[in-house]
């Protein structure tokens, strides 16, 4: 798959690290009778602290710069990694950045809260603005862009999480990083586990898997929906990306395959598997997921374990997509009273 032809801004210096979590994978299993778990780190790409978003990003700012916007407009959750990343990269370029804050929990947004939040302040996002649950984000961001245009500006909408098939674009881009990194490191893999939100993620990386011919099951966690709502969207992004790479058809339905109930009791709420996961992986491995996403996704790679789900030796990878800053706005509800490991 060429993707030379899509202009692209480069925010990472070289492929994030594919590592074996050797501690991680004797506390899952003590008796070695388990699978082994491996990580990839996009938790390290750039736009420090970066995540999934950056990859998304090359890809969205070069387009917004070659159309001659002047202003990022993007929209998210209260704490929402996406919009921190967006205005990082906005800072990179010398742009300016605005956002449409969704409150999908109502009384969630506070002013003074820390996390991504205090980030989007440090950073200097130059205007936020707060919308109910449930609001159309397309339009809250239309406004946005018409209120520059009327003084001259020229705003460049990314829509939620910069899911479409550009931004997809950035886990295609993956999919090659880690064909060549299985090859290099001589390691094959059985199944790799992504979060399931937004969708550009998994859909970009079933795409890539697609087109490079990687045929290793995916699974997405749903991070805030179950498989019946979350399927038929990442679908639809993988098939959007295909499209987009002159691969019309190219990918299979049964290629998408989610697990539901690790994000209840809501999106962004936190519950006890999450806090299991993220302590687990911070103190056998010292890797920070996040409560959001993250924790919730290594959730399910514990449950699906738990359930017998993978087989005795088979090489699983996560997919570590950043986040680690909400930790900080969910600091009593992830460390618990005593603040000790739940396991
Ligand atoms: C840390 C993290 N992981 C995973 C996701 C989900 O990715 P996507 O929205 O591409 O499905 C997000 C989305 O915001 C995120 O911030």
Known sequence: MDLSRFPRRRYSAGPTPLEFLPNFTKALSPNGDGPRIWIKRDDMLGLYPGGNKTRKLEFLVADAL??????????????????????????????KCRFVIEERVPGSFKESASG??????????????????????????????????????KGYII???????????????????????FFEQGVSFDRVVVGSGSSGTHGGLVAGFAGNHLNIPIIGIGVSRDPADQEPLVYKLAQEVAELLGMKGAIPREAVQTVGGYWQPRYSVPNAGMVEAVQMLARTEAILLDPVYTGKVMAGLIGLHRQGFFKHGENVLFLHTGGFPALHAYEREVLGQQGRAVS
């Not at 707060?130 to 500006?153: F, I, K, N, T």
């Not at 899911?163 to 880690?178: I, K, M, P, W």
């Open 159 to 181: 829509p939620g999480g910069g899911s479409n098939a550009l931004g997809g674009l950035g886990y295609v881009a993956c999919a090659q990083e880690l064909q060549q990194q």
């Open 116 to 153: 991504n939040h205090f980030l989007f302040r440090l950073l200097g996002v130059e205007a936020l603005t707060v919308v109910p649950a449930g609001s159309h984000m397309a339009q809250a961001m239309q406004q946005v862009a018409d209120e520059l245009a009327a003084q001259g500006r």
């Open 66 to 95: 070659a159309k001659g916007a002047d202003t990022l407009i993007t929209c998210g959750a209260p704490q929402s990694n996406h919009c921190r990343i967006t205005l990082a990269a906005a800072v990179k370029e010398s742009l």
